[in-house]
């Protein structure tokens, strides 16, 4: 029995309007996926691999994205939305805290003007880029 290895945040969705991306998925996987957009494949070929390597995630590019990355420019362009999980402290009826993660859409120029400290302290995670079917035409 072969062993497919880690494949939960690995998918690919659309609907009308809007395309979904798992995380998890390395740029060489995004590049060679049939079931992914082309012109998302091509993107990811042309403006986002020649900075990084295949072996790097979708979900570490977006982590380390610099402020000043051209790659930056482009998920704008597409109107990228990254669906993260935080770890937020809420205070019970009779006043204790306890820390729960929250899922919630943020847009790509949030994520990127948080320093990595605070992403760290918020228990940030990444689980799934978000990007416009129309908007990506454009790009």
Do not use: H, W
């Not at 610099?66 to 109107?79: C, R, S, T, W, Y």
Request: hydrophobic share 35%; proline share 1%; with cysteine.
């Amino acid at each position: 029995m072969n062993s497919l290895g880690y494949e939960d945040y690995k998918y690919f969705m659309q609907d009308v309007s809007f395309f979904y991306v798992g995380c998890k998925y390395t740029l060489g996987e995004i590049t060679e996926n049939d079931e992914i957009i082309y012109k998302f494949r091509k993107l990811t070929a042309e403006s986002i691999l020649p900075k990084y390597t295949r072996d790097d995630t979708l979900e570490s590019v977006l982590y380390y994205l610099d402020p000043k990355d051209f790659i930056l420019q482009i998920l704008k362009q597409m109107n990228a939305e990254v669906r993260v999980s935080i770890k937020k402290k809420k205070k019970s009826f009779f006043g204790k805290e306890t820390e729960k993660y929250y899922t919630e859409f943020i847009k790509i120029s949030k994520l990127v003007q948080m320093s990595e400290d605070e992403k760290k302290e918020c228990g940030l995670l990444i689980q799934e880029l978000k990007g416009s079917k129309l908007a990506l035409m454009t790009v």
